[in-house]
């Protein structure tokens, strides 16, 4: 079973960065496409970000131009690097599979964008 841990969220202000880890029990991201969600408050979870086997990237309309997704090449790690933070930002954000039987959902990490 897979576990996942997120981490590096915080309060920061608008237009601040932040950058999201997020790890994994098993070297596995090297062989999944890996995604981070994001669930504000009163709200359903949405998709973020993606990135495949192969590299490739895709994202929200509403974050593309200020999120990078990206992993490491062991295969265990994946980060999303936020910019020009805005207030909608603000969400628990999580790291999971981006295609197939999702795995347990993590904690999660608190992002909020505040002044």
């Known amino acids: 079973q897979v576990q996942l841990m997120e981490s590096g969220g915080g309060l920061v202000q608008p237009g601040g960065t932040l950058r999201l880890s997020c790890a994994a029990s098993q070297s596995i991201f090297r062989i999944n496409t890996i995604a981070w969600y994001r669930q504000a408050p009163g709200k359903l979870r949405e998709w973020v970000a993606s990135?495949?086997?192969?590299?490739?990237?895709d994202y929200a309309a509403s974050v593309k131009g200020r999120f990078t997704i990206s992993r490491d090449s062991a295969g265990n790690t994946a980060s999303l690097q936020m910019n020009s933070l805005e207030p909608n930002g603000t969400a628990v954000y999580y790291c999971n599979r981006g295609r197939g039987t999702l795995w347990s959902w993590g904690q999660g990490t608190q992002v909020t964008v505040s002044s």
């Open positions: 990135i495949s086997t192969s590299g490739s990237t």
